[in-house]
């Protein structure tokens, strides 16, 4: 969902800076804000007892993140973590609340975004249930691709490590390696200087 900044403003939001690798909130904690992007990339992740992450999603500029629990009183079921220095719009729950109530169309533009995320997960979990690790990478690299504004583009570049694909596709970094190596000698990537393009 992308509200407009200018109407985010009046409403009282305020703008923060985070780090590379910040954390905006914590799995478990009640939410206190909406949070939108500005600038940068967040990712929502999932950390067992054993310091092993599964990546539930990747956000960019202009997307908002983490609004199912403002609307139900329930705890975040995931970790905001930023992928690069970012520049996050917040804005208080309860004015958040009280804007969506204000403006009645932004109800459609919500329930449309939920709908959105649901129908994503359940692709995402269809791919990485039924699949082979090469099935799940070319299921995330064309997800990936088909959200980036660049998606025209014959071959794009795909900002993620090898764990990183490994933590959103439910593989061993080794079984990414490997499989991308196949992938390349097939032509389905392109792997030049170390970076991958799909």
Do not use: C
Request: charged share 25%.
């Amino acid at each position: 969902m992308k509200l407009n900044p200018d109407l985010l403003l009046a409403w009282g939001a305020n703008s923060k800076k985070y780090a590379k690798n910040e954390i905006v909130f914590q799995d478990g904690t009640e939410p206190k804000s909406y949070y939108q992007i500005v600038s940068g990339a967040v990712k929502m992740v999932n950390i067992n007892s054993e310091g092993r992450e599964f990546t539930q999603g990747y956000f960019y500029e202009g997307n908002s993140f983490g609004e199912p629990p403002l609307f139900i009183d329930e705890t975040y079921p995931a970790t905001a973590i930023t992928l690069m220095p970012s520049v996050i719009m917040r804005l208080p729950k309860l004015t958040f609340l009280r804007l969506i109530d204000e403006y009645p169309a932004l109800h459609k533009q919500v329930i449309y975004e939920f709908a959105q995320r649901i129908h994503n997960k359940a692709t995402t979990a269809r791919i990485i249930i039924n699949n082979s690790p090469e099935e799940r990478i070319i299921g995330f690299l064309e997800n990936y691709k088909a959200h980036h504004k660049n998606a025209a583009a014959n071959k794009i570049l795909i900002p993620f490590t090898r764990q990183e694909i490994a933590n959103f596709t439910g593989l061993r970094v080794e079984t990414v390696i490997r499989t991308l190596t196949k992938m390349k000698e097939k032509k389905q990537v392109a792997i030049i200087n170390r970076k991958l393009y799909y």
